[in-house]
C-alpha cells in the first residue's frame, strides 16, 4: 500500500437545498483494494456513488481520481470507472449485443475487439445463446448479468458496484463474488455497496460504514469485530444507533394484540 | 431511412465539433435512439400493443398523417389571400407537430434511463443535450414531412411552380419553431417543477389541447360564418404579426408576391427564418446544460427521502372517506370504494383517456342544438332554449359514465392486483359494488349535478323532475353496463384497445334499450306528474340489479392472464 491512492476525497460536502447529505468526508482508497460501503437507507451512499461516477457534478470539496480532479475532468475519469447502477436501468428493445456495442462505443472502443471482446464475456456470464434475443423477455438475473457485462466493458482501473446482486441466483452470486476477488487481485478498486451484510463481510477487504452523511466506521472486518461484536451485522445495528434488540419487535408484537 | 437522415445530420458534423460536441458518440447516440424508437409503438394513430417481431412503424399510421396534412391543405384555399390560408395552415400545422411531440415524446425527453446509462460513461453534456434534441427533430421532420407533403403538392392550385419550394422550405421552418416551442417550455417547466408534476401538467396539457381541437372542429363552424374569411385581412390586428404561423406565411408573401408586400411582411419573414437558429442555440447554450443535473438530484434517493422524519404528515380525513364510509359500510365493499377513488384520482392514462369525455358531452351537445342554418348565435340559443332538447344533455353524459366504466377496471400497472387473489375475499361482488358506487357518487352525480345546475338556469325549475328521471335511467345504463360488460376488478386487467366482439353487440343492445327509453321520457314529457312517478320505478330497478351486481361469484370476474 506504498502507492498514491486511486481515489482521494476530501472535505466532500453535499447539499439538497439547505438538507446535507454529506458532511466532510474525507477518504483515501488505494489500487487493489475492495471497499465495502455499506449504511442505512437515506444515509448518503448514493449521493457519494453520483459523486464518484461524475453524474452530480456540483459539490463542495475535492475528488481526485487516479491524480485528476473531478470537477475539472470529468470525462478522463469517468473513461476510468465501469459502474453498475442499483436501479437495473436499461434500454430492454435492445438485445445484450446491441446494447453493449453502445456502451463500448462510448468509451470510445474499436469495431473488432468490442464485438469479440461482448461475445466472450456474455458466453462466460452464460447468456451466449441470447446475445442477440430482446431484453425485455429477460429475467431480472439476465438484465443484471448484462449490466455487470457493461461495466466491465472497458476494462475500468475502478469498478463501482451498487447492489449487483440483485435478482442472481445462487450460482451467479458465487460467480460475482469470485469475479469480485479476482479483480481486485488484477490491481483493480472495487467500490462494493449493499444491504446483505453477509456478503461485504466475505467480499470486502475495507469496510466503511457512513451514517447520516458521516464516515462512522472505516477498517478491515477484523478490526471493527474488536471494537464491537461478531457479525457485520450487529456492528451495523449499534453504530447505526438501532435500538436494543427486541424493543422494535415487541412493538410490532404488541401492535397486533 | 434512419441511415440517411444520419448520414444527414454528419453534415453537420465540423460544425458541431466545434462547439464541444464529441461526433462519433453523437451519432452512436443518435443512431442507438432512433432504433429503439422504431421498435416502440407509437402513441399517436398507432395500435397500443403490438407484440409481433415487425417494425410497428406501421404504414397505416402513416397514411393517416399523410390524410391529416390534406385535409389540413384545404384551409389554403379558404381566403383569397394566401397570407390568411396560409397563416390558418402553419397555426394547424404547428399545434399537430406540438401534440405530436408532447404525446410521443415527453418519455423521450425525460428518459431517466439516460441517468444511469449514457452518463457514467465519457460523453459531456453538450453532446447529450445535442443529441436529444437532434433526435427529437429527426423524429419529427419525419412526421413533418409526410403532413406536409399534401400542401407542398396542392400549393401548386395557389401560387404555381414557384410557390412549391418556398412551401417545402416552409414546412421545415415550422417543424423547427414547433420543436423549438416545446422543447423551450419543457425545458423551463422542468427546472420550475418535479417530473412527476411535470408528467401531470403535461397531461393536463394534451387533455386541454385534445377537447380544444374537438370543439373547435364542431363549434367553430356552426359559430362563425366560413365566407367572412375570404377577405379578412389579417394585419389590420397589431397583435398578429407576434405569432409565428404569420412569420412563416410572410415567406410565401415577400417572395411570390413582392409586389403588395410592405416592411412588415419583409421583417416578419426574416424573423422567421432567423429565428429557428437562434432558438436552437439558445436551447443548447443557456437551457440544456442544468436540464441533465435537474434530472439527476430528482432520480437520486438521497435527495426526497425523509430520512428526518421531522415533519411526520397526518392523514386528513376529508369528506370522501365520510362518503364512503356513509354510502359504502361493508369493509370490502368500502375497500373496493376507496381504491377505485384513489387510483382513478391518480392514475394518469385513466385520467388522460377519461377527462376529455366530461368536456365532449357540451360540446356534443351544443353542436346538435345549434344545428339551425343561417340564424345569428343568439337566434340559435332562443331555439334551444324554446324546446326540450336539455332532456338530451343529460341523457348525452351517460357517455362520461360508459368511458370510466370501460376504462376503469384497465390499467398499466395491472400486476398489483395481484392483493384480490391473494386474500380471502368470497364475493368479489362487494368490491365491484364499491367500485360501481364510488363511480356513480364521486364523478357521475357531481357532473349531473353541474349539468342540472347549467339546466336550472337556462330552462327554469319546471325541468327538475325530467332531470331527475334522466338521471336515474342513466344510472340504470350504468348498471347493465357494469353488469353485462365490465366484469374485471377496479384496475386490475391490461390495457386492451377493443372490446369482443360479441361484448360489441351487448352494448349496442343496452344502448337501444336506452335510447328507447329517452324517447319515451321525451314523449311523456307533458305530463308532469307521470315523471314524478315514474321515477319511483326506476329507482327500483336500479336497487335490484346492484343487489344482483354485488352477488357476483369469482366465476364471473374476468381475471387478467397472469401467465406473462
Known amino acids: 500500500m506504498t502507492d498514491q491512492p486511486i481515489i482521494q476525497i476530501k472535505n466532500l460536502n453535499k447539499f439538497y437545498d439547505t438538507k446535507q447529505v454529506l458532511k466532510n468526508l474525507s477518504l483515501d482508497i488505494y489500487p487493489g483494494q475492495v471497499i465495502g460501503y455499506i449504511g442505512p437507507n437515506g444515509a448518503g451512499k448514493s449521493t457519494t456513488v453520483k459523486i464518484l461516477t461524475g453524474l452530480l457534478p456540483e459539490f463542495q470539496g475535492e475528488v481526485i481520481i487516479d491524480g485528476m480532479s473531478m470537477t475539472e475532468n470529468p470525462q478522463e475519469i469517468k473513461k476510468l470507472i465501469g459502474y453498475v447502477p442499483e436501479n437495473a436501468e436499461i434500454y430492454d428493445v435492445l438485445t445484450p449485443m446491441e446494447y453493449l456495442d453502445f456502451i463500448g462505443k462510448l468509451y470510445g472502443m474499436e469495431e473488432p475487439i468490442l464485438s469479440e471482446r461482448i461475445e466472450k464475456l456474455l458466453t462466460a456470464f452464460g447468456l451466449g445463446t441470447n446475445i442477440n434475443d430482446r431484453m425485455d423477455t429477460f429475467s431480472k438475473g439476465m438484465k443484471q448479468k448484462v449490466l455487470l457485462t457493461a461495466g466491465i466493458i472497458n476494462n475500468p482501473k475502478i469498478l463501482i458496484l451498487d447492489e449487483p446482486l440483485s435478482g442472481l441466483d445462487a450460482n451467479a452470486v458465487i460467480l460475482v463474488k469470485e469475479l469480485i476477488i479476482r479483480l481486485s487481485k488484477e490491481g483493480k478498486t472495487i467500490f462494493y455497496c449493499s444491504h446483505m451484510m453477509d456478503v461485504v463481510e466475505k467480499v470486502s477487504d475495507r469496510i466503511l460504514l457512513i451514517n447520516k452523511g458521516e464516515i462512522i466506521a472505516d477498517g478491515t472486518f477484523e478490526s471493527l469485530k474488536q471494537n464491537h461484536s461478531d457479525t457485520l451485522e450487529q456492528i451495523f445495528s449499534k453504530l447505526t444507533g438501532r435500538e436494543e434488540s427486541g424493543v422494535e419487535t415487541d412493538a410490532i408484537i404488541n401492535a397486533l394484540d | ?564
Not at chain 2, 306528474?529 to 330497478?541: A, D, N
Open chain 2, 1 to 564: 431511412m434512419d441511415k440517411i437522415l444520419l448520414k444527414l445530420v454528419s453534415l453537420l458534423n465540423p460544425m458541431l465539433q466545434k462547439t464541444g460536441v464529441n461526433k462519433d458518440q453523437l451519432n452512436e447516440i443518435l443512431r442507438i435512439k432512433l432504433l429503439m424508437d422504431n421498435r416502440r409503438p407509437k402513441t399517436i394513430f398507432g395500435n397500443k400493443k403490438n407484440k409481433s417481431g415487425k417494425p410497428p412503424k406501421s404504414i397505416f399510421s402513416n397514411i393517416m398523417v399523410v390524410i391529416l396534412g390534406l385535409m389540413m391543405s384545404f384551409l389554403l384555399f379558404i381566403s383569397d389571400r394566401p397570407l390568411a390560408g396560409q397563416t390558418l395552415y402553419f397555426s394547424m400545422f404547428m399545434v399537430m407537430m406540438a401534440l405530436t411531440l408532447i404525446s410521443d415524446f415527453t418519455t423521450v425527453l425525460i428518459d431517466t434511463r439516460d441517468q444511469f446509462i449514457i452518463l457514467p460513461r465519457p460523453v459531456n453534456d453538450r453532446t447529450v443535450a445535442m443529441a436529444r434534441f437532434l433526435h427529437v427533430t429527426l423524429y419529427i421532420t419525419q412526421i413533418a414531412l409526410l403532413q406536409g407533403l399534401p400542401g407542398i403538392l396542392l400549393v401548386f392550385f395557389v401560387d404555381g411552380w414557384a410557390a412549391m419550394p418556398v412551401f417545402f422550405i416552409q414546412v421545415v421552418e415550422a417543424t423547427l419553431l414547433s420543436v423549438l416551442l416545446v422543447n423551450t417550455v419543457y425545458f423551463i417547466l422542468i427546472k420550475l417543477v418535479s417530473p412527476q408534476k411535470f408528467k401531470d401538467i403535461i397531461s393536463y396539457v394534451q387533455i386541454a389541447f385534445s377537447v380544444c381541437i374537438f370543439a373547435v372542429y364542431y363549434l367553430v363552424p356552426k359559430l362563425i360564418n366560413v365566407s367572412s374569411l375570404k377577405h379578412i385581412d389579417l394585419l389590420s390586428h397589431r397583435w398578429v404579426s407576434f405569432l409565428p404561423p404569420v412569420w412563416i406565411a410572410s415567406l410565401n408573401e415577400i417572395v411570390l408576391h413582392a409586389g403588395r408586400a410592405n416592411l412588415t411582411i419583409l421583417v416578419m419573414a426574416v424573423t422567421g427564418l432567423i429565428f429557428p437558429v437562434i432558438g436552437i442555440w439558445f436551447v443548447a447554450k443557456v437551457l440544456a446544460p442544468g436540464f441533465n443535473r435537474s434530472l439527476a438530484i430528482v432520480s437520486s434517493a438521497d435527495g426526497n427521502s425523509n430520512a428526518s422524519a421531522s415533519t411526520k404528515k397526518q392523514y386528513k380525513t376529508d369528506f370522501r372517506d365520510k362518503l364512503a364510509n356513509l354510502v359504502a359500510p361493508d369493509p370490502i365493499e368500502n375497500a373496493g370504494f376507496k381504491i377505485t377513488w384513489k387510483l382513478a384520482a391518480r392514475t394518469r392514462e385513466f385520467k388522460m383517456k377519461v377527462f376529455p369525455a366530461f368536456a365532449y358531452v357540451p360540446i356534443y351537445f351544443l353542436y346538435f342544438a345549434f344545428n339551425g342554418k343561417g340564424q345569428s348565435i343568439t337566434e340559435k340559443y332562443e331555439t334551444m332554449k324554446g324546446n326540450a332538447s336539455y332532456i338530451f344533455l343529460i341523457y348525452l353524459s351517460t357517455f362520461v359514465l360508459s368511458t370510466i366504466l370501460q376504462n376503469v377496471s384497465q390499467s398499466a400497472k395491472y400486476k398489483s392486483a395481484w392483493v384480490y387473489y391473494a386474500l380471502p375475499i368470497d364475493q368479489p361482488g362487494k368490491i365491484l359494488a364499491g367500485m360501481y358506487k364510488a363511480i356513480i357518487v364521486l364523478y357521475f352525480i357531481p357532473y349531473c349535478l353541474v349539468l342540472s345546475i347549467a339546466t336550472v338556469i337556462i330552462w327554469g325549475p319546471m325541468t327538475i323532475n325530467d332531470i331527475l328521471l334522466s338521471f336515474c335511467i342513466s344510472t340504470i345504463y350504468g348498471m347493465l353496463m357494469a353488469l353485462f360488460m365490465v366484469k374485471g376488478l377496479p384496475f386490475s386487467k391490461p390495457i386492451m384497445v377493443k372490446a369482443g366482439g360479441g361484448k360489441m353487440i351487448v352494448s349496442f343492445v343496452i344502448l337501444g334499450l336506452i335510447a328507447a327509453l329517452g324517447f319515451g321520457h321525451r314523449f311523456l314529457i307533458k305530463w308532469e306528474t307521470l315523471i314524478w312517478i315514474l321515477i319511483i320505478p326506476m329507482i327500483l330497478i336500479n336497487w335490484i340489479m346492484f343487489i344482483q351486481y354485488k352477488k357476483q361469484s369469482w366465476d364471473a370476474i374476468e381475471l387478467a392472464d397472469t401467465d406473462k
